[in-house]
């Protein structure tokens, strides 16, 4: 059985960036986790020192790592005022919708998110508009529907949506609104995974998709490779590879989220290749 990794897997900028920064940081907490994989947070904690801190409360250290995803206004301002040193690694691509929520709504505009309102990442950039009343998050078009807006309107959405479902909301916007400001916030990086699993899954007998269950990212290529390739299997780790995916397969693609190690990649596909001989 050959294996074939897709064309971009893996790590994407942001997640690399708030990593480095992490290294860099010993003695330090993440408020949340940093990224979605537990293994690379182990990996963090016991290679380099940088704990977890999954509630306010909980940081001890003088030193808080905001995670890729970023976090609330609010919880910022309680670290501040904890007099907290933060170290940002909220990735750019984040940043940005935040920095266009706030200034929208600053200017008057009714800001609709695109995205789920329980992801940190949503709740972080809500946060940052001054008009919570007038801040709606909807994740399909009928909840959009029941929502009446005003005359202006911005919106984004999060980063690892899909650009076709962006594009439905928008079209219903700007077919019934004046003014609408389209904010495309979907981030490069999750396109170029899921255009290359794609690809991979439609030639692939068997797809193993590595990465966090939480992961949003990774449960969008799950979905796309799933589409194409019935057996596509999510995995976290070596230990929930099962045999039987792999009897009489002649490809298997591998591909994994934007948060996934490569170390991880790459003792996975050993593993693989050792169940299968
Ligand atoms: Fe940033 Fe995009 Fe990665 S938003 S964290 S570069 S998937």
């Given at each position: 059985m050959k294996i074939e990794l897709a064309k971009s897997y893996g790590f994407c900028f942001g997640v690399k960036r708030a990593i480095e920064i992490a290294e860099k940081s010993s003695g330090a907490v993440t408020y949340g986790e940093l990224i979605h994989n537990p293994l690379e947070i182990n990996r963090l904690q016991n290679d380099y020192n940088v704990g977890l801190a999954k509630n306010l409360d909980d940081i001890k250290s003088d030193t808080v790592i905001i995670r890729t995803h970023g976090i609330t206004k609010e919880d910022k301002e309680i670290l501040e005022s904890k007099n907290k040193t933060l170290i940002d690694a909220t990735c750019p691509f984040v940043t940005k919708p935040q920095e266009i929520v706030k200034e929208m709504s600053e200017n008057g505009y009714d800001v609709v998110i695109f995205g789920d309102i329980n992801h940190p990442e949503v709740k972080g950039v809500k946060s940052y508009s001054t008009n919570q009343n007038r801040t709606f998050v909807v994740l399909d078009i009928e909840e959009l529907k029941n929502i009446k807006l005003h005359e202006k309107i911005a919106i984004v959405a999060q980063t690892t949506r899909k650009v076709s479902e962006f594009l439905k909301l928008v079209d219903y916007l700007v077919t019934n609104y004046k003014e609408v400001r389209v904010f495309n916030?979907?981030?490069?990086a999750t396109f170029e995974n899921q255009d290359a699993v794609r690809e991979l899954a439609k030639k692939a007998d068997v797809m193993v998709i590595i990465g966090g269950k939480n992961s949003s990212n990774t449960k969008q290529l799950y979905l796309i490779s799933k589409q194409f390739c019935n057996d596509s299997y999510l995995i976290e780790n070596e230990d929930e590879l099962n045999k039987s995916w792999f009897k009489n397969k002649n490809l298997c693609g591998v591909s994994a989220g934007a948060s996934t190690p490569e170390w991880l990649i790459q003792n996975i596909i050993k593993k693989i290749k050792q169940i299968k001989d």
């Open positions: 916030t979907i981030c490069n």
